[in-house]
């Protein structure tokens, strides 16, 4: 299963694309808002006690002084995908972006681009298939028909574009 959290109910349109990927794959998710500062002690009990309720992936979304993935990370030992969010005060989205991809050493959180929630879930797909023939085979359909759909746009530009390149 994969767990997923954001820092307030107001990351949830961004963090969607996460929760949509999980169920494009057919993971089982859990999704809800935990606050490394509103609600400290609650994002303490959802470490802790992640791993027991089954999860193996977290993926947290968090804006601003986006401190909730790395302070997860610190209180688990589940892998920890972190997504900056550039939410209504940000500072651009570098504010989040930086408070999630430098974390000391030791303390590990896998950083996607700013509101990157669709590669968090992919990345999660990811990790999970490791351990999953099925689902394995899944994300090889999935890069197969990234792949076709690529190769089909450039063949709507060759219409347009007489010289190019091919293979
Ligand atoms: C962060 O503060 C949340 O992750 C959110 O991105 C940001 C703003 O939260 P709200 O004021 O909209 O609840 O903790």
Redesign the pocket.
Known sequence: MIGII??????LEVMREAVDTAKEFRVPYEVTVV?A?RTPDRMVAYAKGAAERGIKVIIA????A?H?PGMVASLTTLPVIGVP?K??NSIDGWDSLLSIVQMPAGVPVATMAVNGSRNAGLLAVQILALSDKELGHKVIEHKEKQVASVLSGIDAMKVQFPNHFDE
């Open positions: 954001m820092g307030s109910r107001s990351d606050s500062h979304g968090a804006g601003g986006a909730l969010i939410s209504r």
